[in-house]
């Protein structure tokens, strides 16, 4: 495992907290706090039966507005293309843009399969299958 958790800041987190249900179910991953009980991890989105890796949204802690990151990307492992599809085609539901359709991107990889949005604050996200990527597969099993 690459990493243990993702975190982005929030304005809206009712509304944030929704988008990302809809759009992470197709990766199969759950939503473990709610919104209005945000503890210190902010509302977070696991793989049941595994503790990390994580995803998570909440208000900055430095009190300051959350803003988008420019050249910032989260990027979310998908079992297929057609959980690629479905994960862009939510984001666009819930209230995402559209910054690149799902489609091959050969340029990165000859497998190389992504959709791109950005959710509705603005935070940029993609949703790839490629060989060798094994969503909710990590070294050293649950944990």
């Not at 507005?65 to 539901?93: I, M």
Request: charged share 20%.
């Amino acid at each position: 495992m690459m990493f243990s958790h993702v975190m982005l800041g929030a304005h809206d987190l009712r509304r944030m907290t929704a988008f990302y249900d809809h759009v992470l179910s197709p990766l199969g991953l759950a939503r473990r706090e709610d919104p209005d009980e945000v503890g210190p991890g902010g509302v977070i989105w696991y793989l049941p039966g595994r503790r990390w890796p994580q995803f998570a949204i909440r208000a900055p802690l430095d009190g300051r507005p959350a803003s988008a990151g420019n050249g910032v990307q989260v990027s979310f492992a998908a079992g297929d293309r057609k959980t690629v599809d479905a994960c862009w085609r939510a984001a666009l539901r819930q209230g995402g843009t559209d910054e690149g359709p799902p489609g091959p991107r050969p340029r990165y990889a000859e497998d190389f399969y992504a959709g791109y949005c950005r959710d509705p604050e603005g935070n940029k996200l993609c949703f790839v299958h490629a060989g060798g990527m094994a969503p909710g597969a990590a070294p050293g099993g649950a944990g």
